[in-house]
């Protein structure tokens, strides 16, 4: 049987602890709200999202682990990613200036075409706001990060419009050849992992290194 989807895609979410980058992508999964724990290691959640041309990609998403002692593991699985979310709080002005780490991790270990996109979270608590959207903008633009935007995990604002932007980013590059099977990509015949066929969030899994490595 043919699987809903074309293609899939290896995606990373980095950034602090405690930005919201766990329940960014169960909002996005589940289409819920969830205060979670700290992320240990990392954990695995998917998703498919309709791109151009009717063409569906599967996104395995690589929720890291933001705290220093999970470095080495975080930087273990952003080698073979397609796409990458920089998440950062917009009530904590320090995890803007820490994406800037997040970002050399990824040049120096990811592929060179990895598409990213700068996703400044918390957008509801606007009393609280410390990161302003044009500050953020202009340091996507400094670093040639091409897409910004302001989410909110609690409300849903923005948070598939994320996601489908990395995925477009990645059919582009699918369409111009840069991605291969060597690169984190495989159609719909080939399998990565047993995951739900509908693209839903599945049991999370720790420290699991068989996806696109």
């Given at each position: 049987?043919?699987?809903?989807?074309?293609?899939?895609?290896?995606?990373?979410?980095?950034?602090?602890?405690?930005?919201?980058?766990?329940?960014?992508?169960?909002?996005?999964?589940?289409?819920?709200?969830?205060?979670?724990?700290?992320?240990?290691?990392?954990?695995l959640d998917s998703r498919v999202v309709e791109v151009e041309d009717?063409?569906?990609?599967?996104?395995?998403?690589?929720?890291?682990?933001?705290?220093?002692?999970?470095?080495?593991?975080?930087?273990?699985?952003?080698?073979?990613?397609?796409?990458?979310?920089?998440?950062?709080?917009?009530?904590?002005?320090?995890?803007l200036a820490h994406v800037q780490r997040w970002l050399s991790d990824?040049?120096?270990?990811?592929?060179?075409?990895?598409?990213?996109?700068?996703?400044?979270?918390?957008?509801?608590?606007?009393?609280?706001?410390?990161?302003?959207?044009?500050?953020?903008?202009?340091?996507?633009?400094?670093?040639?990060?091409?897409?910004?935007?302001?989410?909110?995990?609690?409300?849903?604002?923005?948070?598939?419009?994320?996601?489908?932007?990395?995925?477009?980013?990645?059919?582009?590059?699918?369409?111009?050849?840069v991605f291969d099977k060597a690169h984190g990509i495989r159609p719909?015949?080939?399998?990565?992992?047993?995951?739900?066929?509908?693209?839903?969030?599945?049991?999370?899994?720790?420290?699991?290194?068989?996806?696109?490595?």
């Amino acid at each position: 049987m043919s699987q809903p989807w074309d293609y899939i895609a290896k995606v990373i979410c980095l950034g602090d602890s405690g930005t919201g980058k766990s329940s960014l992508t169960i909002r996005l999964c589940e289409g819920r709200f969830s205060k979670t724990d700290v992320t240990i290691g990392v954990e695995l959640d998917s998703r498919v999202v309709e791109v151009e041309d009717g063409k569906k990609i599967k996104l395995q998403i690589w929720d890291t682990a933001g705290q220093e002692q999970y470095r080495s593991v975080t930087n273990s699985y952003i080698r073979n990613a397609t796409g990458a979310l920089l998440v950062y709080d917009i009530t904590r002005k320090e995890t803007l200036a820490h994406v800037q780490r997040w970002l050399s991790d990824i040049k120096n270990l990811g592929e060179p075409h990895v598409s990213i996109v700068l996703v400044g979270n918390k957008c509801d608590l606007v009393d609280k706001r410390q990161v302003s959207t044009l500050e953020a903008e202009t340091w996507a633009r400094e670093n040639d990060i091409a897409f910004h935007v302001e989410t909110s995990a609690k409300t849903g604002e923005s948070v598939e419009r994320a996601f489908v932007e990395v995925a477009r980013e990645i059919y582009q590059n699918i369409r111009q050849g840069v991605f291969d099977k060597a690169h984190g990509i495989r159609p719909n015949n080939t399998k990565f992992v047993s995951l739900g066929s509908d693209g839903r969030r599945t049991t999370p899994r720790q420290n699991d290194t068989s996806c696109c490595q």
